[in-house]
């Protein structure tokens, strides 16, 4: 597609509960990256992908998340046993490779509400 | 304004004014800043990037300035329109040439553009 796309824009969820968001990148790109933006603050990494595998996961709170890339396209971020402290809008940015720039092109976010 | 809490740093400013927005920066090693703009409800968007070999780098009505010695980035816009208005943050990395090194956003300045 022509931006970074991402589903559900909007999740409503219970505590306790599983979710999964879903990040379809620029095509092409091989790096993608998973940040969460809480109100009012900036983006906090969580994950990065260059093709498949997790090149660096650093920014994962917890092991309730999750990140996976199985075909070095679309992206899945899992969260197991939904907190409120969850509640944030999660953001996925793409980026070609051999540029040498680390300029991410974001997409829109999934906003989370966990109640 | 002062940062507390949740509330953004805002700057207010009349249209076709200049605007500067400014960032402190903790990481001496960083080598490479980028401004973003976000628009409620929408992803980061890229302004403006400079490297830590330049001081200062323009772009159409954007200015970055670099301050290597005091750790400070701003951002500077001519003749300020409506449109202008939106939250920047700025992000920094440790290398340019890195293939996997992740953006560290500061917080951000909130805009306000009176017509």
């Known amino acids: 597609g022509a931006g970074v796309s991402q589903t559900p824009s909007n999740k409503v969820t219970e505590k306790g509960k599983y979710v999964e968001l879903r990040c379809d990148p620029i095509?092409?790109?091989?790096?993608l990256y998973w940040y969460r933006q809480s109100l009012g603050q900036g983006p906090e990494f969580l994950i990065y992908f260059q093709g498949t595998g997790a090149a660096d996961d650093s920014g994962l709170p917890n092991d309730r998340f999750f990140a996976v890339r199985p075909e070095g396209s679309v992206s899945t971020l899992k969260i197991q046993r939904t907190e409120r402290g969850d509640s944030a809008v999660y953001l996925c940015a793409s980026r070609p490779t051999g540029t040498g720039a680390n300029v991410l092109t974001f997409g829109a976010g999934s906003r989370l509400t966990v109640l | 304004g002062e940062n507390v809490g949740l509330h953004l740093p805002t700057l207010s400013v009349q249209e076709g004014d200049n605007s500067i927005i400014n960032c402190a920066y903790s990481n001496s090693a960083s080598d490479y800043f980028i401004w973003y703009k976000q628009e409620s409800g929408k992803g980061p968007q890229f302004i403006i990037d400079i490297r830590s070999n330049m001081d200062k780098r323009q772009g159409q009505r954007v200015t970055v300035l670099l301050n290597k010695t005091v750790k400070h980035l701003s951002l500077q816009i001519a003749a300020t329109q409506p449109g202008d208005s939106a939250v920047y943050f700025c992000a920094e990395t440790p290398s340019f040439y890195s293939q996997g090194g992740k953006l560290i956003f500061g917080q951000g300045t909130e805009l306000s553009v009176k017509p």
């Open positions: 095509s092409g790109h091989t790096a």
